[in-house]
Nanobody, 121 residues
Framework: QVQLVESGGGLVQPGGSLRLSCAAS????????MGWYRQAPGKQRELVAT???????NFAGSVKGRFTISRDNAKNTVYLQMNSLKPEDTAVYYC???????????????WGQGTQVTVSS
């Protein structure tokens, strides 16, 4: 069984910062990529940022220059540092991992339960 557990969401004023963390645990053979998606009320889930096991990153245009993503492979943990937050960043942020569980050769996508980020004065 594989679990992704997010932490670090909350309420922050515009211009502020937050750091999200997501730890993957369970019977994991290999993690190929991890990332963050978000879903605002009434909108579709969208990609925020991803990072491969080799450190290659990808960002949505709306967060480039404000958000950074990093990863601790030894801890199976991914971080999202969010700076210069705007009200439009308000959403539920979901952790995502593309990984192979132990005993399986087929990688699959796994999701966390989500953490709320609210940017408001």
């Amino acid at each position: 069984q594989v679990q992704l557990v997010e932490s670090g969401g909350g309420l922050v004023q515009p211009g502020g910062s937050l750091r999200l963390s997501c730890a993957a645990s369970g019977s994991i053979f290999s993690i190929y990529a991890m990332g963050w998606y978000r879903q605002a009320p009434g909108k579709q889930r969208e990609l925020v940022a991803t990072i491969t096991s080799g450190g290659i990153t990808n960002f949505a245009g709306s967060v480039k220059g404000r958000f950074t993503i990093s990863r601790d492979n030894a801890k199976n943990t991914v971080y999202l540092q969010m700076n210069s937050l705007k009200p439009e960043d308000t959403a539920v942020y979901y952790c995502n991992a593309y990984l192979s569980p132990t005993g399986s050769s087929r990688p699959s996508y796994y999701w966390g339960q989500g953490t709320q980020v609210t940017v408001s004065s």
